[in-house]
């Protein structure tokens, strides 16, 4: 394994421990289908909206299967996004938990082509344990690691046999990205997944804002 420290600042663009053993792992989750609409009328897509959760409630929130479609160049519309609403895992800190799973057209069985986990923690201290814990374990499978900064997010990107996974926290909010060998050429997988989790962070949680003080009288 060779381990490479690189400090990589990416320009602006328009986002009991439960371990995962296969990329993200899987929780019990609420499948939702999620329609996708042009990315032109998403007016302010790297603001995040007002909404009552946490994190963003369905994928077109977070990066449509056009966008997609786009980002990876491929026909538009042959891409389709797929929502699933994981569980909070108080255990771990964990308050909810958001996938995006995206398929192209021509790829009918096996893995998703992208597989996008959003988490929102208790705080920064929640998140940076439990992401961790979750790439050491993903260490022992990789045959190249890579630890980078986007911005003020700390990554590490892991090569593994089939797939790059590719983890982000800032805060109290990660981001696990996986894509299979195949969707895009090679040396353009790395700069295409770290472009898609610059993108997808503006939408991640918002740090808890700071209690008002009280002047004394």
Known sequence: MRTRV???LLPAVVGGSVLFTAGCASD???VRAVPTFPSS???GASAPKPRDT???????TVFSGVDMSALLGQPIDSIKAKAVVGVSAPAVGRLEKVTCLYRRSATKTGPT????NLYAYTDAQAADHHIDTNIAV???SSHAVEQLSIGTARAVLLAQDGQSIL???NGRSAVCLTMRNGVVPDDQMRPIM????QRVLPNLAPEPAPAPTVEPR
């Open 6 to 8: 690189i400090s990589l």
């Open 28 to 30: 019990p989750e609420v």
């Open 41 to 43: 009328e998403r007016a």
């Open 54 to 60: 946490l994190l963003p409630a369905d994928c077109d």
């Open 113 to 116: 082509d992208v597989d996008l």
């Open 138 to 140: 993903e260490r022992a």
């Open 167 to 169: 983890f982000v926290v």
């Open 194 to 197: 770290l472009d898609l989790a």
